[in-house]
């Protein structure tokens, strides 16, 4: 066997016993029917596993199935609608826990793996490579999704909450989405940004957020203009778009900025102003510094607190 396909097997089998389907439940007719299916992964020894919100919301009943087949009833610990990310436990045996890695380490070209149950083919194993990072993603719902991973591994219905992984088997992303009507463009939450959601999840129950209403994307600063202004960071958030009626909307900022500084701390990537976000006593006037052209100016932006969706 060729090398190449070693090191996907090798790196499948570290995980494909943490891989699980779910089945969700919800009355129809006056009884309770099966009206969707997901993937999961476990990502703890008690029992934890991540999907997607969009998998589990609205369920009546969560049945989780091990590669062993093992069905087991799942109780859902939390959810966040605006990371796309949801919570399970179950309380069985006979399972691995999947190695969750580093996003920061990522690389645009490197090689990923997605393993998950599209279609209700469970554990298909698809590859790619990362096509992009740092992208902001608007929902079938409208909503936006910060720290996505764009890939062009082949993602179908079922897929969904199935964890991307890299060639050492560490897993990267939480796949949660596909673009309708295009090809091989596939998304995957950053599980750094899904490590942050499930430790406010597992503490408080909900997540805290405020909101800017940027859509971003992650991009190199000109050296040129790094070096004049004497910029700590490497990267900034190029703004694509403005959410109307939106603090951002508000303030001075446009489209075409790029961010670099946000309350006085220098961002070169979604996870960090994500962080930055998730701080309560953020919802106050906060500098915010971006580069326009050539010029470096400073803002003020009032950040509002996100209100829950279901």
């Known amino acids: 066997m060729d090398a190449f396909s070693q090191m996907i097997i090798g790196a499948?089998?570290?995980?494909?016993?943490?891989?699980?389907?779910?089945?969700?439940?919800?009355?129809?007719?006056g009884k309770l029917r099966n009206a969707g299916s997901g993937s999961g992964f476990i990502f703890s020894s008690d029992g934890l596993i991540f999907t997607n919100h969009h998998v589990v919301n609205g369920a009546e009943k969560i049945?989780?199935?091990?590669l062993n087949e093992n069905e087991i009833e799942a109780t859902l610990v939390g959810k966040d609608p605006d990371t796309d990310l949801a919570i399970l436990k179950i309380y069985a045996d006979g399972y691995s826990t999947a190695r969750l890695g580093d996003t920061?380490?990522?690389?645009?070209?490197?090689?990923v793996i997605a393993i998950g149950n599209p279609l209700g083919y469970q554990h298909t194993v698809t590859t790619g490579v990362v096509s992009a990072l740092g992208r902001t993603m608007r929902t079938q719902s409208g909503g936006i999704v910060d720290h996505v991973i764009q890939s062009d591994a082949a993602l179908n219905p079922?897929?969904?909450g199935g964890p991307m992984i890299t060639t050492d088997g560490d897993v990267v992303g939480v796949n949660t989405a596909?673009?309708?009507?295009?090809?091989?463009?596939?998304f995957s939450v950053d599980i750094n940004?899904?490590?942050?959601?499930?430790?406010?999840?597992?503490?408080?129950?909900?997540?805290?957020?405020?909101?800017?209403?940027?859509?971003?994307?992650e991009v190199p600063i000109n050296p040129k203009i790094q070096r004049h202004y004497h910029l700590p960071n490497l990267k900034g958030l190029f703004i694509t778009n403005i959410e109307p009626d939106s603090p951002a909307g508000r303030s001075q900022i446009k489209e075409g900025d790029i961010i670099v500084s946000f309350n006085e701390k220098p961002v070169n990537s979604l996870h960090e102003l994500f962080k930055e976000l998730t701080k309560r006593d953020i919802l106050t006037m906060v500098d915010i510094t971006v580069v326009r052209h050539t010029e470096l100016l400073n803002f003020g932006i009032f950040p509002l607190e996100r209100k829950g969706r279901s």
């Open 12 to 29: 499948v089998n570290q995980v494909k016993n943490a891989v699980v389907k779910i089945d969700v439940y919800k009355t129809l007719q």
């Open 63 to 66: 049945m989780v199935s091990l």
């Open 104 to 111: 920061a380490e990522l690389q645009i070209g490197q090689f």
């Open 158 to 160: 079922g897929n969904s």
């Open 178 to 186: 596909i673009i309708n009507g295009a090809q091989g463009i596939s």
């Open 193 to 217: 940004t899904a490590k942050e959601v499930a430790s406010q999840l597992l503490k408080n129950g909900k997540v805290f957020k405020a909101y800017l209403g940027f859509m971003l994307q």
